[in-house]
């Protein structure tokens, strides 16, 4: 084979290689997914702490701040493990919000006090993308925050995640945010959609839609169902 071919061949290998690493998961056909959301009610959700206000509108999701209200969230009433989450969101300014992911609301943890991993939403310039550990007691679990940028005011932005074990991806409008691997986070709980407390300032909204999940592991998350809000045994025990 000729020098030439070889180089054409290297220098494709080069290219594509580190894009493969990126993405663990084989390419998704958009019927692989299925809806959280049915776009008329709030069926398979659930409110856990804080009276914040949620309420469909236009097949989207709206949560209000409420005064002196502690952190609200809207979760889903099942479990999921490793998963590809998409979602569109649009904030207001000056509020700050996020999205649960593989998190646990149990009588035994500070009065069923959600708590987890959460894929920080807030306008720009900031951290949305990166990860925190919401009342985990570890703040932000993503060590270095370099890019502001990812979230466009004023608009909708799409979000996508991808956890995998204990690695976590995230996206914002097709660009790179996080890639964290992190064992000390739980591996399974559910979905989780904050509105932030705001003290007595307010009121703010923030809207979610397009809320759409792909199961990377049925038979794991059929075992997980049950850990969210009690205290059971972890998937890999049973």
């Known amino acids: 084979m000729k020098l030439a071919t070889w180089l054409l061949i290297a220098l494709f290998l080069f290219t594509?290689?580190?894009?493969?690493?990126?993405?663990?998961?084989?390419?998704?056909?958009?019927?692989?997914?299925?809806?959280?959301?049915?776009?008329?009610?709030?069926?398979?959700?659930?409110?856990?702490?804080?009276?914040?206000?949620?309420?469909?509108?236009?097949?989207?999701?709206?949560?209000?701040?409420?005064?002196?209200?502690?952190?609200?969230?809207?979760?889903?009433?099942?479990?999921?493990?490793?998963?590809?989450?998409?979602?569109?969101?649009?904030?207001?300014?000056?509020l700050n919000s996020g999205v649960q992911i593989r998190s646990r609301s149990s009588e035994d943890f500070n009065n069923e006090r959600v708590h987890g991993p959460q894929v920080e939403i807030e306008t720009a310039p900031g951290e949305s993308g990166y990860i925190y550990g919401e009342a985990t007691g570890r703040g932000w679990l993503s060590p270095n925050q370099e890019t502001k940028d990812g979230y466009v005011n004023d608009q909708w932005n799409e979000f996508r995640v991808l956890a995998v074990g204990p690695r976590v991806q995230t996206w914002i409008n097709g660009k790179p945010i996080e890639d964290l691997t992190d064992e000390e986070s739980s591996q399974c709980g559910f979905i989780g959609l904050q509105v932030h407390g705001v003290g007595d300032s307010g009121p703010f909204e923030v809207r979610w839609r397009n809320l759409r999940i792909r199961d990377l592991d049925p038979e794991k998350t059929e075992k997980s169902q049950g850990v969210q809000f009690t205290p059971t045994p972890d998937v890999a025990e049973k």
Request: with cysteine.
């Open 16 to 94: 594509v290689a580190p894009c493969l690493a990126d993405d663990p998961t084989p390419e998704a056909d958009e019927d692989d997914f299925v809806s959280l959301f049915d776009g008329e009610t709030l069926k398979g959700w659930t409110q856990r702490n804080g009276i914040a206000t949620y309420r469909v509108e236009d097949e989207t999701i709206v949560g209000r701040t409420a005064v002196n209200s502690p952190n609200s969230f809207l979760c889903s009433d099942q479990a999921y493990t490793d998963f590809e989450l998409i979602f569109e969101v649009q904030v207001d300014s000056g």
